[in-house]
């Protein structure tokens, strides 16, 4: 288990949603910490998913900043640390 435990949802699936684009240097670095950390989650390219990109300008003052990352339960997160994506999965 990663430092922030077995983090899975119902059926084992990932419980926290990624939003991303390619040639991100912080999603390639926040993609790795949660690997590292053993901590599921699902990518979603914005740039392939129309309302995904959408849902990024709504959540990031109109901008398509990524990594933005959503934890159910949780308002979605802008370029968060992996402390703050642990923070939300702990508090659950």
Known sequence: ?????GFRGSGGGAVVTLYWRPGCVFCIKLRT????????YRK??????????AFVRGVADGNET???????????????SL????????AG
């Open 1 to 5: 288990m990663g430092r922030f435990g």
């Open 33 to 40: 910490q949660l690997r590292a950390a053993r901590i599921p």
């Open 44 to 53: 979603v390219n914005i740039w392939r998913d129309p309302e995904a990109a």
């Open 83 to 90: 402390a703050q994506v642990g923070r939300a999965l702990a």
């Open 66 to 80: 990524v990594p933005t990352v959503v934890v159910p339960g949780h308002p979605p997160m802008v370029n968060p």
